[in-house]
């Protein structure tokens, strides 16, 4: 009789995109529909940071599943690995701010570049800036801390032992689209599909970039998910979209133009390799298997 943990030794990658979908796809609404009935009446909701009780589970789908991954292969050894290596220092505290910091300059221009003026964006900002931050937390609830471990922190890692940088993250975009249509076909994402996987590839680049450019730093990929994912939230919120001129561009198509420039200057200047140079175990010619959360064997 096949062992799960033999399974999941010899494909961990496989593993890891079916418990995931299972997780998110399967077992949440199960699970949703139980705790109505045993808590008749419950519910919460948080609609600007995508957050409620009927999405919650499906959106730790990748945490969850990575997370058990790892306590299957290495036990509570892993975890306290996961912890070690992801904790903030001085290395880490530009990046935390270049991730934070970005997004709003990507919605800033494309709002700009959509006739929007900059005193206007500027007193959005200024004058609901604590709504600002809860959608940000509520980002990294909903967003950031139910995905990135799995994305970046499980799947990326993996892929990377027998594929390029470029190929891996081409991959990982795939997998991460295809968990997310059934939200977009369901309707409980509002975005249109061609526009979100437009976007999404280009993320995903971004997102690469971040985790390689920051020695593979979770905390710096999850807060820029969560600030990523908030930009239009909140704009969308007090600048209604028929306040818009749209011109000389789109705002919406602007949005994604940038980012597409975005991730084709990473593309370019880093020669396809997206920044992989400065992770930490591409330096050594062999890295110990318990010096990062991304070695796990």
């Given at each position: 009789?096949i ?9 961990p ?5 079916v ?5 998110s796809?399967?077992a949440?609404?199960i699970v949703?529909e139980l ?9 919460f909701?948080?609609?600007?940071a ?8 499906a959106?730790y789908g990748?945490t969850i ?13 892993g975890?306290?690995s996961?912890?070690?290596f ?6 880490t505290?530009g990046?935390l701010?270049v991730?934070?910091?970005l ?6 221009l494309?709002?700009l570049?959509?006739?929007?003026s ?9 004058d ?7 959608i ?16 970046r ?5 993996r892929?990377?032992?027998?594929n390029?940088p ?7 975009f795939?997998?991460?689209s295809?968990w997310?249509?059934?939200a ?5 994402k509002t975005e ?7 976007l999404s590839?280009a993320?995903t680049?971004?997102?690469s970039?971040f985790?390689?450019r920051?020695?593979g730093?979770l ?16 704009y ?16 919406g198509?602007?949005y994604i ?7 084709l ?11 992989s ?9 062999k890295p ?8 796990f064997?």
């Open positions: 009789m062992k799960v943990r033999e399974v999941i030794n010899k494909f990658i496989i593993s890891f995109i418990l995931t979908f299972l997780v796809h399967i949440n609404p949703v705790i109505h009935i045993v808590f008749p009446g419950f519910t909701s948080f609609p600007e995508q957050l409620n009780e009927r999405s919650l589970i959106q990748p599943a990575a997370l058990f991954l790892i306590i299957r292969l290495n036990g509570f050894r975890l306290q996961i912890i070690h992801n904790r903030v220092t001085s290395a505290a990046w701010f991730a934070l910091a997004p709003l300059v990507m919605i800033v494309s709002y570049a959509a006739g929007v900059f005193p206007a964006l500027l007193t959005t900002l200024n609901h800036w604590q709504v600002y931050v809860m940000i937390a509520g980002f990294l609830i909903s967003a950031g801390l139910a995905e990135e471990f799995g994305w922190g499980f799947l990326l890692p892929l990377l032992k027998t390029s470029l190929m891996a993250t081409f991959i990982v795939v997998v991460v295809l997310h249509f059934p977009l076909l369901a309707g409980w249109p599909i061609l526009p979100w996987t437009i590839l993320i680049i971004v997102h970039w985790f390689f920051s020695g730093n905390v710096v990929v999850i807060l820029f998910h969560a600030s990523f994912d908030a930009q239009y939230s909140f969308s919120r007090f600048i209604p979209g028929m306040n818009i001129a749209n011109t000389p561009f789109h705002q198509w602007a133009l940038f980012y597409c420039l975005l991730a200057v990473i593309i370019v200047l880093t020669k396809g390799n997206l920044g140079d400065c992770l930490a175990w591409n330096k050594r010619q110990p298997s318990h010096s990062t959360n991304h070695e064997e």
